[in-house]
């Protein structure tokens, strides 16, 4: 969602919003604004259009020519009002006084706004953001975190807000609700920002601001209003650099391997078939009385749910069951103390996944988190976890975050199936193949320039199915949602390849091509009728099959190749040709894979 980033200190603040703002633009970027607070004359400025574009046409003598040493910088994407500059952060009050900028929903911003037009308050834009402007207006008496205080007491929704008075003028005050927030500290200047992208350039000392905290950031010290302890970023700038590559998502996606790497190095005991899961020993005992486990997650991460329920219920012989994160929240499933339920996030910030969290833990269950963001709020509300130490995923869709999720399910797999009846040697084994893959997984990449030549070659089609049975079906569902994603301007279905004769192959002909995922695994024969079924309808197919499987080639039109593993890993290799087939596909119709339209990173409102 949207992008925060504050600076006090003794440095030029523009400067330092400007480029914390380019790091967060994959949180949104309809429009961009920034205030910066100067003695002489305060600079307001807000923008359409993407930060890079204007950083373009920046006159080099322009970051002179704003000098004061508190600021701030919003990047939006657009929620309550259309994508104009007046709707455009930060938002002020009737006098111009006061500047703030935002990142939730304020759902009571209708009554609440009419309310203060009654009181004669003036408003400029169409946001829900605004009303929290005018309300701090109203109660301000000369103290800025007590009119925030009394402000934040009127309203409903969530919120990360950070703001600043000229009437009050040496501070920032920042607050949160639901919204994440983090504080940077670096000697004598503070920063602070919706996620610490925005800020590792300049510290890696941090705290995470908890729900209901105030802040009050000054140039030589800073205070919340409960103490807290400074926390380490565990990445550094470099990684948030495109490195060479034209985008972060084809970064992102060459970094699977390493990806696999990181999340099971040190976490396995080859020799007695175990996991080795730091963040969820303290549960261990009560993870061996779990009779059930859901899985909770959206988009992509719900897809890795999938692949892990079915690796659960075969291997761990747990009942395991996927549920949308949106939809669980609401459907009042049926949960006690013997469900767990693990909670899948890149970001960490996903609203309806950390809602359901909280639904879980008000159910009695024990909630577990899987979730890349160190010290977001799902790694702190659930009661265990595993990180998945991929470092940041700057990219709006996701890929490397994805990989390392199957991964991680895979150690799960084995911890809770060790608990229970899986064997040394079946523990061992999947640990042994688990380990090859991050070798196996570069082995895809030697074919990335005939995947970018197969995306040419199909980039005339408009639609797409994606199949695939058994450990692949969710993969099928990768596929196609990262080929709408970053290539927008195509449609793509994802099916479990039975269902495509109970109605979907009515759409099937030469112009309608489906990527086929037939590993060579225990469903391949049935993945053979449904390639019969599209053939004889004239279908075009794409197909992902096992090294070695000479007999395809002469069934399909197209093949790409990925190593032999054992059927329940297949997902962890068979996506990354999806995820490149996608990446190419976007570049080839001329699309910003990193920032595709009308999409957010962490999606932080229901
Ligand atoms: C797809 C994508 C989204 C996210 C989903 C959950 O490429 O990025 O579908 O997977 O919004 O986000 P996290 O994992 O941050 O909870």
Redesign the pocket.
């Known amino acids: 969602m949207c992008g925060i980033v504050g600076y006090i200190g003794k440095r030029p603040a523009f400067p330092i919003l400007l480029s914390g703002l380019k790091r967060l633009e994959y949180r949104g970027y309809d429009s961009f604004g920034f205030f910066v607070l100067d003695k002489d004359k305060d600079f307001l400025l807000k923008k359409t259009g993407k930060i890079s574009d204007f950083e373009k046409h920046l006159e080099d003598d322009f970051l002179n020519k704003v000098n004061g040493t508190i600021g701030l910088g919003h990047t939006r994407w657009a929620t309550t009002g259309v994508v104009t500059e007046a709707n455009t952060h930060p938002h002020f009050d009737c006098q111009k006084n006061i500047f703030l900028v935002h990142n939730g929903i304020i759902e009571n911003y209708k009554e609440l706004k009419e309310q203060l037009i009654n009181e004669g308050h003036q408003f400029t834009s169409e946001t829900d953001t605004e009303v929290l402007a005018h309300l701090i207006e109203k109660y301000f008496q000369g103290n800025l975190e007590e009119a925030v205080r009394q402000a934040l007491k009127k309203v409903r929704g969530t919120y990360g807000i950070a703001v600043i008075s000229k009437k009050d003028p040496q501070k920032i005050v920042a607050a949160k609700l639901g919204s994440p927030l983090i504080l940077g500290i670096n000697n004598d200047e503070f920063l602070v920002a919706s996620d610490s992208s925005a800020i590792v350039s300049y510290t890696r000392q941090v705290i995470n601001l908890d729900d209901n905290e105030i802040a009050v950031l000054s140039p030589n010290n800073f205070f919340i209003l409960k103490e807290k302890p400074i926390e380490k970023i565990d990445w550094d700038a470099e990684e948030a650099q495109k490195q060479g590559f034209s985008h972060f998502m084809l970064k992102e996606i060459f970094e699977e391997p390493e990806a696999i790497e990181k999340s099971i190095v040190g976490r396995t005991v080859l020799e007695q078939g175990l996991a080795k899961l730091g963040g969820l020993e303290q549960v261990l005992e009560q993870l061996k009385k779990v009779e059930k486990i859901i899985i909770v ?5 719900s897809y890795a749910a999938k692949v892990g329920e079915y690796m659960l219920e075969e291997y761990a012989k747990l009942p395991a069951k996927t549920e949308i994160a949106s939809e669980f929240r609401y459907k009042n499933s049926i949960l006690d103390d013997k469900t767990a339920v693990l909670a ?7 609203a309806d ?1 950390l809602e359901a969290v909280k639904e879980a833990k008000r159910k009695d269950c024990l909630t577990l988190g899987l979730v890349n963001t160190v010290g977001s709020s799902i790694s702190r509300e659930t009661d265990a976890g595993v990180y998945c130490r991929v470092g940041p995923e700057i990219a ?3 890929s490397k ?1 994805f990989i390392s999720q199957l991964s991680i399910l895979v150690l799960i797999t084995v911890g809770l199936g060790r608990q229970r009846e899986m064997s040394l040697v079946v523990g061992k084994k999947i640990l042994e193949e688990l380990q090859k893959l991050p070798d196996l997984s570069k082995k895809i990449f030697s074919q990335a320039d005939y995947i970018k030549e197969l995306a040419g070659k199909y980039s005339q089609y408009r639609n797409f199915y994606f199949l695939g049975r058994k450990y692949n079906s969710s993969i099928a569902s990768e596929g196609a ?2 080929l709408k ?1 970053i290539a927008w301007k195509i449609h793509a279905e994802g099916l479990p390849a039975g269902e495509l004769k109970h109605g979907q192959i009515a759409l099937t002909d030469k112009d309608f091509p489906t990527v086929v995922i037939c590993p060579s695994d225990s469903v391949y024969d049935k993945m053979k009728n449904a390639i019969e079924e599209i053939k004889a309808r004239q279908g075009k197919i794409l197909a992902v099959a096992t090294e070695g499987n000479e007999e395809i080639k002469n069934l399909v039109d197209d093949v790409i190749y990925i190593p032999k593993t054992l059927e329940m890993l297949t997902p962890i290799l068979s996506v990354i040709p999806l995820h490149l087939f996608a990446a190419y596909l976007g570049l080839e119709l001329g699309l910003d894979i990193d920032k595709p339209r009308n999409l957010a ?3 932080t409102v229901e």
């Open positions: 997650g959206c988009g992509t991460a899948i996030s890149q970001s960490g910030e996903t996944t709006v869709a996701s975050a949602l990262k994603e990173k962490s999606v």
